[in-house]
């Protein structure tokens, strides 16, 4: 759709989105991962508390990634092999919260 003149209007917000909360999570997740290997340079008490928070702003961001995926793919001029890629990557990303959420011990209320 970058190549289009004009973004249709039914998916202008979720690719919006996107690209917002993909750059967001990259960093959140990196974040989460390497802070346990810093700890050693810092107070084990503060890498810990960035890790676990890096871990919950990455887990807001899958769900938000998730829901702007959901709503692109109910577009029903998508393209057939990226709504199959869509859906590929939301089974990946339900699959990476939950490991964010147990390896942090996150508590999500819904």
């Known amino acids: ?3 289009l003149e004009e973004t249709p209007k039914e998916i202008k917000e979720p690719l919006r989105i996107l690209n917002y909360y993909m750059l967001f999570f990259s960093v959140k997740i990196h974040r989460a991962i390497f802070s346990g ?3 050693k340079e810092i107070k084990y008490e503060d890498s810990t508390f960035d890790s676990k928070n890096s871990a919950f702003l ?3 961001s899958i769900v938000k990634i998730t829901n ?5 793919s109910v577009y029903k001029n998508l393209d057939r092999s990226l709504y199959k890629k869509i859906i590929k ?18 508590e999500i209320i819904s």
């Not at 702007?68 to 692109?72: G, V």
């Open 89 to 106: 990557y939301l089974s990946l990303l339900k699959n990476l919260n939950l490991v964010l959420k147990e390896r942090f011990c996150l």
């Open 58 to 60: 990455s887990y807001v």
């Open 1 to 3: 759709y970058y190549f």
């Open 68 to 72: 702007a995926l959901k709503n692109i």
């Open 37 to 39: 290997i810093e700890e």
